[in-house]
């Protein structure tokens, strides 16, 4: 008895487990592609060489890849930044976001909105400070070494001088590049004895780099090196030496950073002494780490470009700004 009472009991275990429905099978994970993906790029502005070259990188790239790029230009207006990454989140076509921050703080509330509606934002080419976890990855330059490097050719083209006085020419106040170049700058320069007797932020700008310089020149002609943070403040001060009479890169050292095709004109005709370069075709890496996030994958928090230094007095050099791509 107690045998069919089992045999009954296992019966019926088997024909109820037959007739349940079945678990529904978990969707697949999409696999994105380039083809598939849409970036919305949130540039500074068109402040110079350098930047023309970063904007053509990631409007050129994007048309190889096949994916839809839909570009900002900021105006190197930070509320207009802000803005057109609050549109960026809400446009629904917008996949990822990578933004070239203007300054280095006021993205927490956007970086969270960001957050909420599931679009991870890369930043490229400048860091913002702290909110790791809001962001995916930042790609571009190490700010402060390219200071270093600055500092320290400096100190080499100063050498047995005996006087050290650099003036410094200064990005836009509050933007990553600017403080950190001009941390890295001092740190190498003090240790020969450099002193930065002048230093303003002349924007990124060739017209106020002039400016600037012409003005402490008026003031003061005592000065053995200056330190333009950018090629194009670089450019200016290089003009405003020349009309008061001074012999750029001979009287005056000179030490620029971006290397942009007009910095290497600058050193064959002898008026830089060096140009410390920051990559601006950061596209195809910031495109790719895109492509990674969407498709689930962790990124680490900075992924650094490569960059090199150059000198008027490269025998190569000549040869190495031909194959320039900017």
């Known amino acids: 008895m107690i045998k069919k009472i089992l045999f009954f009991v296992v019966l019926t ?22 083809e598939d993906m849409t970036v919305g790029f949130l540039q500074t502005g068109s402040e110079g060489g350098w930047r023309a070259a970063n904007t053509a990188s990631f409007k050129e790239t994007a048309e190889q890849l096949g994916l839809t790029l839909k570009f900002y230009d900021s105006q190197n207006d930070l509320a207009k930044q802000v803005a057109g990454f ?16 203007l300054e280095t703080t006021g993205w ?37 070494e390219e200071g270093r490097k600055a500092g320290a050719d400096m100190c080499k083209l100063l050498e047995g001088s005996e006087s050290k006085n650099v003036w410094e020419l200064v990005g836009n106040v509050g933007s990553a590049p600017a403080i950190d170049r001009g941390t890295g700058f001092r740190e190498a320069a003090e240790k020969c ?3 930065i007797t002048n230093s303003q932020t002349a924007n990124w700008s060739v017209k106020e780099g002039k400016e ?6 008026k003031e003061s002609k005592d000065v053995q090196g200056i330190f333009g943070q950018n090629d194009e403040m670089a ?4 003009e405003a030496l020349k009309e008061a009479g001074l012999v750029p890169a001979e009287d005056v050292k000179i030490i620029s950073v971006d290397a942009t095709a007009g910095a290497f004109q600058a050193m064959l005709d002898g008026t830089l002494n060096t140009a410390v370069e920051c990559n601006p075709l950061l596209a195809p890496q910031v495109y790719e780490a895109a492509l990674a996030v969407l498709n689930g994958e962790t990124l680490p928090k900075w992924i650094p470009s490569q960059e090199s230094v150059f000198s008027k007095d490269d025998p190569n050099l000549k040869d190495i700004a031909a194959g320039r791509k900017y």
Do not use: H, N
């Open 108 to 144: 927490e509330q956007v970086l969270k909105d960001a957050k909420a509606a599931g679009k991870p934002v890369i930043l490229s080419d400048r860091r913002i400070d702290g909110l790791e976890d809001y962001y995916a990855t930042f790609i571009g330059a190490d700010f402060v």
């Open 13 to 34: 275990s088997m024909l109820l487990a037959a007739c349940a429905p079945a678990a529904p099978a978990e969707p697949e994970q999409k696999v994105w592609t380039y």
């Open 193 to 195: 004895g450099i002193t």
């Open 235 to 238: 450019f200016g001060a290089i």
């Open 86 to 101: 609050q549109q960026f989140i809400q446009d629904p076509e917008v996949d990822v976001i990578v933004m070239s921050p």
């Open 212 to 217: 600037v310089t012409e003005a402490w020149l």
